[in-house]
C-alpha cells in the first residue's frame, strides 16, 4: 500500500500537470481564497505583506525536505551583510542530467507548482502586483545554522516584484522562537525637506516579527524604499544547557523572487523593466536621504594662522609642513600626552619605527596604546556600562541613556557618543573625544607618526551591542586619501585572533600593505592556529578594496554585500610584530602589522574587537569599510572610538589663519550660523558609521 501510494503521489507531481493544474500539490481549497488573502494582505502593518500557513500538502513538502538533505550540498557564504548556507539556482534544476533529476523528483514539482499560471495568478491575486513572471525563475534554498543572518535591507534588485519564503525546518520539532531566524520587518517615517519631496527611512527597530513554521509562506511586494526587512541571528545553544532537539535549530527555506513578466510573456510591456531603473536612477540624482542619517558628521578644521573667515564664508585652508623646529613634541606636548598614551609610543625611537612602518604599509597597528593608569580606569567605565541594563528599543535608550542610536539599519546600527557640550568628569570615552584627540599636541603626534599633515578631524565613540549592531560596507569617495583611526576599547576576551594573554596585551592584526597592492607574504612558523570550523562572532573592522562604485546605489549600499574571506570571517587572520626596524635596530614588540595571504582577497587591513590597541590606517578613493554584526554569541559588546582626519596634498598651497585650536569647515551647500567660538556645521555621511 506505501509503494501505491508514493507512486500515486509521483503521477500527480508529473510536470505537465503541475503546470496546468497545481491543486494536487497545494492546500486542498487554497487557490480559491485568494480575497481572502488579500484583504489579510493590505491590512497588514508596517507594509503590505501576507504569511499563508499549510501552503502544500504536508506529505509533498517533506518529500522534498528529504530530497534536499539526501541530494543537494551547500556552500557556506559571508559578505558584510549576511551568512548563509545556499543551494545554487534552482531554476538551474533542468540542465541536470537525469539520473540527477530521478532523484530530486518532489523539488522539481514543488518549483514547477510555485511558478505556474494558477499560483502566480492567485499571488499576483493577493499582493496586487500585477502579472508575475513565470519564465523566469528566481529561488535557492538558503539554511540558516547558529551564527547565520541577514541583515537589514530592501530586495530590490532589477525586476523583482515580490518577494518569498517558504519554510522546510523540522515539521516534527516544531520551531521556538528563542531559537531566533525570524523574518523581521521595519517601519519606515516620513522626512520630507524644503523643496518638499519626501523621503523613506526605516526606523531602528522593527516592528513585526514572523518566526519560521514548517510549511508556512511567507511574501510582501518589493518596495524600493520601504520594503525594509531582515533575517534575526539563529541563536547557538547556551553553554550548559541540555537541549536534546538543538539539531533542529537549522533553518531551511526556499526563498526566492517574482519578477516581472518577460518578453514573450502576458503582462510583457516593453521598456517597462528598463523605464523603472531610469526612474530609480533620476531619484538618485536628485538627491538621497543621506541627510537623515545618524550620527551627522561633524567636521573640525585645524587652524594654524591669524586669518579669520566670516561665519558662513566657504573657505579653503591648508596647513603648511611643520618646519623643522616644530616637527617634534614640545615639552608641553608630553606632559600632556602621557595622561593618556603610555610612554614607549613618545620616545623618538618609537615614532620613527611607527612612521617608517606606517610609511612602507600605510597602516599599522599599535597594542597597548593608552598609559596603564587611564586605561584601568577605562576598562572600569566600561565594565561599570556593560554591567547596568540596557533597553531593547532605540526610543528607551536615547530617553534613559547619553548613547544615541545610529540609523538607518540599512546602512548601520550601534550606539554612539560625539563629544558632548558638557563635561562629564567620569567618562573617560568624553575625557579622550573632548580632550585628547581633538588636541594639537595629539594631531602632532599621528603628523610624526604617520608622516602626514593634517588638516581636520571627526571623532565618534560607539558601542555594538552583541546580537544587534553592525555596520555595512560603504565606499571612500573623496579624491583625496584620508588617515582613519581605530582605538579598540573593547574589554572582553575571545573575539577571535587575541591571545587573551593579559588585560592590556595587544590582541589587533592589520592587513594593509599600501592603498593598491596585496600584503606581504604570511609568515606560516608565526600564525596562530585557530580551528577552520570555529564559527566566528564577528565585531572586526575591515577595509577591502571595492568594486565598481556604479554598481553600488546611491546610498552605497546593495543587497548583495561585499564578501568575506573565510580566516577572517572565523578570525583565523593572525598578527605579528612588524618586520620594521629603528635606528637601534630594535622593533618595537606592541607594533603590530599584517599577515597578509599569498593571494589577493581584496582584504586591505582588519582589527578583530581587542582591548586598548589603536589602529591607523590611510583610506583611499573606493576602499569599503564595515563592521561585521556582532553575533549573539559574542563574549559582549564591542567598544571602540573612531576617527577621520583629512589630509593636505603635498602639493598644496597653504594660506594664513587664526591661532586658535580648530574651526569646524563649511560643508557645501549648508549655511551657517555665526557662533563666537567656532563654527560648526552638522551634515550626514554614509561613511561615518563606520
Known amino acids: 500500500m506505501k509503494r501505491k501510494a508514493e507512486d500515486d503521489l509521483e503521477e500527480r507531481f ?338 620613527e619605527s611607527i612612521s617608517d612602518t606606517f610609511s612602507d604599509e600605510c597602516s599599522i597597528c599599535l597594542g597597548k596604546f593608552l598609559s596603564d593608569k587611564f586605561s584601568s580606569k577605562m576598562r572600569q567605565h566600561i565594565v561599570a556600562q556593560e554591567s547596568q541594563h540596557l533597553p531593547s528599543k532605540a526610543e528607551d535608550i536615547e530617553s534613559k541613556t547619553s548613547w544615541p542610536v545610529a540609523r538607518p539599519p540599512h546602512k548601520h546600527r550601534f550606539l554612539y557618543q560625539q563629544a558632548l557640550n558638557e563635561t562629564d568628569q567620569d567618562s573617560p570615552i568624553q575625557d579622550l573625544l573632548q580632550n585628547l584627540l581633538p588636541s594639537q599636541a595629539f594631531r602632532q603626534w599621528l603628523q610624526l607618526a604617520t608622516g602626514l599633515t593634517l588638516s581636520s578631524y571627526d571623532l565618534c565613540a560607539r558601542r ?58 604570511k609568515d606560516k612558523s608565526t600564525e596562530k592556529s585557530t580551528n577552520s570550523e570555529d564559527p566566528g562572532v564577528g565585531g572586526y573592522v575591515a577595509y577591502m578594496a571595492g568594486d565598481d562604485a556604479d554598481e553600488k546605489s546611491d546610498d552605497g549600499q546593495s543587497n548583495d554585500g561585499v564578501e568575506v574571506p573565510r580566516d577572517l570571517s572565523t578570525g583565523a587572520r593572525a598578527s605579528r610584530p612588524s618586520t620594521q626596524k629603528s635606528k637601534s635596530d630594535k622593533a618595537d614588540p606592541a607594533i603590530y602589522k599584517a599577515s597578509g595571504d599569498d593571494e589577493d582577497d581584496g582584504v586591505l587591513f582588519t582589527m578583530p574587537a581587542c582591548w586598548n590597541t589603536l589602529g591607523l590606517v590611510l583610506r583611499d578613493r573606493g576602499v569599503m569599510r564595515f563592521v561585521k554584526y556582532v553575533s549573539q554569541q559574542a563574549p559582549g559588546d564591542r567598544w571602540d572610538i573612531v576617527g577621520e582626519f583629512g589630509v593636505v596634498p603635498d602639493d598644496e598651497e597653504t594660506i594664513t589663519g587664526d591661532e586658535s585650536d580648530s574651526q569646524q569647515i563649511p560643508h557645501p551647500g549648508v549655511d551657517l550660523e555665526h557662533e563666537e567660538s567656532e563654527t560648526e556645521i552638522e551634515s550626514s555621511d554614509e561613511d561615518e558609521d563606520d
Not at 501552503?55 to 559578505?79: G, H, M
Not at 573593547?490 to 593598491?516: C, F, I, K, L, Q
Open 14 to 351: 508529473d510536470k505537465k500537470k503541475v503546470a496546468l493544474n497545481p491543486n494536487g500539490i497545494f492546500r486542498n481549497g487554497l487557490l480559491q481564497q485568494a480575497e481572502k488573502h488579500h484583504e489579510q494582505y493590505i491590512a497588514s502593518e508596517p507594509y503590505k505583506h501576507g504569511t499563508i500557513q499549510d501552503l502544500l500538502e504536508p506529505q509533498l513538502l517533506r518529500k522534498v525536505r528529504a530530497e534536499i538533505q539526501a541530494n543537494l550540498s551547500f556552500t557556506p557564504k559571508e559578505t558584510d551583510i549576511y551568512k548563509i548556507h545556499q543551494s545554487g539556482d534552482l531554476a538551474n534544476l533542468d540542465g541536470l542530467d537525469d539520473s540527477s533529476l530521478q532523484r530530486l523528483p518532489s523539488l522539481l514539482a514543488l518549483r514547477d507548482a510555485l511558478y505556474s499560471p494558477a499560483f502566480r495568478g492567485f499571488l499576483s491575486t493577493v499582493t496586487a502586483a500585477g502579472p508575475l513572471s513565470g519564465k523566469k525563475t528566481d529561488m535557492a534554498i538558503n539554511v540558516y545554522t547558529p551564527g547565520c543572518h541577514l541583515l537589514c535591507h530592501d530586495d530590490v534588485i532589477g525586476s523583482r516584484r515580490v518577494s518569498y519564503i517558504l519554510y522546510l525546518t523540522d515539521p516534527d520539532q516544531p520551531w521556538r522562537p528563542e531559537w531566533g531566524g525570524a523574518l523581521r520587518l521595519y517601519p519606515t517615517q516620513v522626512h520630507k525637506r524644503p523643496d518638499e519631496k519626501e523621503f523613506k527611512v526605516p526606523s531602528p527597530d522593527f516592528s513585526v516579527s514572523i518566526p519560521p513554521a514548517f510549511n508556512q509562506l511567507s511574501f510582501f511586494a518589493v518596495q524600493p524604499g520601504e520594503s525594509f526587512h531582515d533575517v534575526e541571528e539563529v541563536y547557538a545553544q547556551k553553554l550548559g544547557s541540555n537541549d536534546d532537539v538543538d539539531e533542529s535549530r537549522v533553518r531551511t527555506a526556499i526563498s526566492g523572487w517574482y519578477h516581472l513578466p518577460q518578453e514573450g510573456e502576458d503582462g510583457y510591456v516593453e521598456g517597462l523593466e528598463e523605464s523603472l531603473a531610469e526612474r530609480s536612477s533620476l531619484q538618485q540624482l536628485q538627491g538621497s536621504s543621506d541627510q537623515y542619517d545618524q550620527p551627522h558628521l561633524r567636521i573640525h578644521q585645524y587652524r594654524d594662522s591669524s586669518n579669520t573667515a566670516e561665519a558662513g564664508t566657504k573657505i579653503n585652508v591648508s596647513i603648511a609642513e611643520p618646519s623643522q623646529n616644530e616637527a617634534s613634541l614640545t615639552e608641553s606636548d608630553l606632559d600632556f600626552l602621557l595622561k593618556y598614551i603610555a610612554p614607549t609610543y613618545l620616545t623618538p625611537d618609537t615614532l
Open 464 to 521: 555594538f551591542r552583541h546580537g544587534k549592531d553592525y555596520t555595512l560596507a560603504t565606499g571612500y569617495t573623496e579624491e583625496e586619501s584620508q588617515l582613519e583611526i581605530i582605538l579598540a576599547i573593547t574589554p572582553s576576551h575571545g573575539w577571535g585572533g587575541d591571545e587573551d594573554s593579559g588585560d592590556d596585551e595587544a590582541n589587533s592584526a592589520v592587513e594593509r600593505p599600501d592603498s593598491a597592492e596585496k600584503s606581504s607574504s
